[in-house]
């Protein structure tokens, strides 16, 4: 053990000048020693190595050390001792001490810049504690050059969050005054340094935390809200001032209560919705705002600590999913297939329909692309970026067709969804709503479809609540309507409303020379779709179509080109791929022309013979004759007909 400085003197003199390294030496100063020579540093160097330093660079650490350096001074004021703050290598930042010791190590050039490194300086308790990583007190003699032996110095390393070296803090002072709690109390003040560092960088990260979530929750198209257990709003993003058009007023520390009037949001019962659809009256001007709402309660530890509420236009969570679940069109006058003057001049017709806001009437037989026309009308207006919702009148039981157009609320009726349900005016709010087959709609049901056409707006079954909609419509029919008014079956008024601007569609064997390309085109179309060869098509295969009646129109011809090419194996289609009732007269039914019979037995006997045709198979039959399967149900109890 080494007791005196003579002894740590005569140990430093054989090693420097004999290089003899006395087994006493503790391990930590011959193995500095050994790095010192290696590194060639001069023993006898009369000073430091100053070098050029940016302060700046280091304002952060300065600032944070300065109040503990102070502190670490005002201990050993007068004692002649100094705290010295260098940077991570070794060079001085700041020192802190008495007059006579500054001056002394100023003529050493032990001042700001210089470079105390173990590479430069050898043995020393700054280079050294940088070198090894661990607080390292050095003695007199043990200082490797002899300008620093008059000395003894305590230093500790000054890390970062993570652990990297970022500075020195040292303690330097006379070898007479040395003391084992020197080093102890750099230690201590070193630690409270990092300690400072890390709540400087915790508290940066929590500012940076709040950045990003106003940044994200400011960026979100949900109006977010926060509040805490009393209803105290914490905080509320720009899209919720937005929403509800609040002018830049500070919502924090205001009572929600104070702002909303509705109970569900304001109070802590319930504590959790999920899609609940509200209107929401905002004070104090008592707008109403109609709203998709979610309120999640906040925990900590099993303790809730406030509530979470998440605010949708319903307009816009409506075009959402309408756009997910298929409610647009797709269907534009680039696909509508046809050259024949008379379907030019409807598709003309439907055009100028577009360009209106006006209610469209489309009349034509079944399978003549009723809705195609509709989708088609719908892309080339102002509302084609809004939804087109569709729906079949005659598709639908008529005690089911009211909550589908007109939705229900909560308890309407047994089975009616929990929360209640939009119907499909309220999904098509902005856009298009297609009634197809029209004429099939109850005469209950036409006296609330006019009210809500007249008045834009619409209650929902078992409601109380008026609804405003901006709705286009556009029906379909297969009948006349005219003649369906004329036997009461249908709403003369609600007639005019709808035949603003009709369009009556020619059928099939009226515009014949459309038919070569209505085949290459759905040909071409399941080809590409097979990924198969587009076959030859021969002329006794278009001729046999041309002379066909077409009593499904396109519909028909679709689904016959689909099925002759499922059948075909070879490279080229002809009249032999066809099948057999393509040659047979299919509209006559096989009826004795020499019968005089009314109108209404030739339906019974068209019903009688599809069903034969059919082998009793209704909705082969409905679509043999070109008609819903509703309408031939209809006359099948008509006429009583039971198969």
């Known amino acids: 053990m080494i007791v005196t400085r003579e002894q740590v003197k005569s140990m430093w003199e054989k090693f420097v000048f004999h290089n003899e390294l006395d087994p006493d030496l503790p391990p930590m100063i011959r193995d500095s020693w050994l790095r010192s020579k290696k590194a060639m540093v001069d023993p006898f160097r009369p000073y430091g190595w100053i070098k050029e330093i940016d302060n700046e660079k280091y304002r952060s650490l300065i600032d944070w050390s300065l109040p503990l350096m102070e502190g670490l001074y005002s201990i050993v004021k007068g004692s002649g001792f100094l705290v010295i703050l260098c940077n991570e290598n070794g060079q001085l930042l700041l020192s802190i001490g008495d007059r006579d010791p500054l001056a002394r190590a100023e003529e050493i050039g032990f001042i700001a810049g210089a470079d105390w490194s173990e590479q430069v300086m050898g043995t020393n308790a700054i280079g050294t504690s940088i070198a090894i990583d661990r607080p390292v007190q050095v003695f007199a003699e043990e200082h490797y050059t002899k300008i620093c032996q008059s000395w003894t110095c305590s230093a500790a390393p000054i890390h970062d969050p993570d652990g990297r070296i970022i500075g020195v803090l040292n303690m330097s002072g006379p070898y007479e005054k040395v003391h084992s709690h020197t080093l102890g109390m750099v230690v201590s003040a070193v630690k409270a340094i990092e300690y400072q560092l890390k709540l400087h960088e915790n508290a940066e990260k929590n500012v ?29 993003n720009n899209q919720l001032k937005k929403l509800f058009r609040i002018p830049q007023l500070q919502l924090e520390e205001k009572k929600i209560d104070n702002i909303f009037s509705d109970s569900s949001i304001c109070s802590n019962h319930p504590l959790h919705l999920q899609n609940q659809e509200l209107h929401l009256s905002v004070k104090p001007s008592n707008t109403v705002h109609h709203v998709l709402v979610d309120k999640i309660p906040i925990y900590e ?12 236009e319903i307009e816009k969570v409506r075009q ?34 577009a360009a209106t806001d006006s209610n469209v009437l489309i009349l034509g037989e079944s399978g003549t692309g009723k809705e195609m026309v509709a989708q088609a009308i719908h892309n080339e207006s102002k509302r084609k970026n809004k939804p087109f919702i569709a729906i079949n009148c005659g598709g639908i039981p008529r005690d089911l067709l009211g909550s ?14 929990k929360g209640g349900s939009a119907g499909k005016f309220e999904l098509a709010n902005g856009g298009t709503l297609f009634l197809d087959e029209i004429g099939e709609m109850s005469l209950e049901m036409q006296v609330l479809l006019l009210r809500v056409i007249q008045e834009k707006e619409v209650m929902r079954i078992g409601g109380h609540k008026v609804i405003p909609v901006d709705v286009r419509i556009i029906a379909a029919t297969n009948k006349d309507l005219r003649q369906e008014v004329q036997k009461g079956s249908f709403r003369e008024d609600l007639f005019f409303r ?25 040909i071409e179309k399941l080809a590409y779709k097979r990924n198969k060869p587009f076959p030859e098509i021969r002329s006794d295969f278009l001729e046999a179509l041309m002379q066909y009646d077409w009593p499904g129109n396109i519909r028909e011809l679709q689904n016959m080109i ?38 209404n037995e030739i339906k019974k006997q068209s019903i009688i013979e599809a069903l034969k045709q059919c082998n009793g198979n209704i909705s082969k039959a409905a679509r043999y004759l070109g008609i819903s399967r509703s309408t031939f149900y209809r006359q099948m109890d008509k006429w009583n007909i039971r198969y």
């Open 498 to 522: 709808l035949n603003v601007m009709p369009i009556v569609l020619p059928p099939l064997r009226e515009r014949k020379e459309d038919i070569p390309l209505l085949v290459r085109h759905f």
């Open 208 to 236: 940076m935390m709040q950045r990003f979530l106003e940044a994200t929750t400011n960026n979100m198209k949900e109006g977010i809200l926060i509040i805490d257990r009393d209803g105290k709003i914490v905080k509320a």
């Open 320 to 353: 959402f999913v309408n756009h997910l679940s298929g409610n647009q069109a797709k269907i534009t006058f680039a696909d509508m297939i046809g050259q024949h003057p008379c379907f030019i001049e409807k598709m003309n017709e439907a055009r100028l329909a």
């Open 562 to 599: 689909e099925r002759v090419l499922n059948q075909c194996t070879k490279p080229m289609l002809t009249a032999a791929d066809l099948p057999e009732e393509i040659f047979q007269p299919p509209r006559s039914l096989q009826i004795k022309e020499d019968v005089d019979i009314s109108r």
């Open 404 to 417: 589908e157009l007109f939705g229900y609320v909560d308890g309407a009726f047994t089975g009616a969804k």
């Open 301 to 312: 530890k099993k303790e809730r600590i406030g509530s979470m509420i998440i605010v949708k």
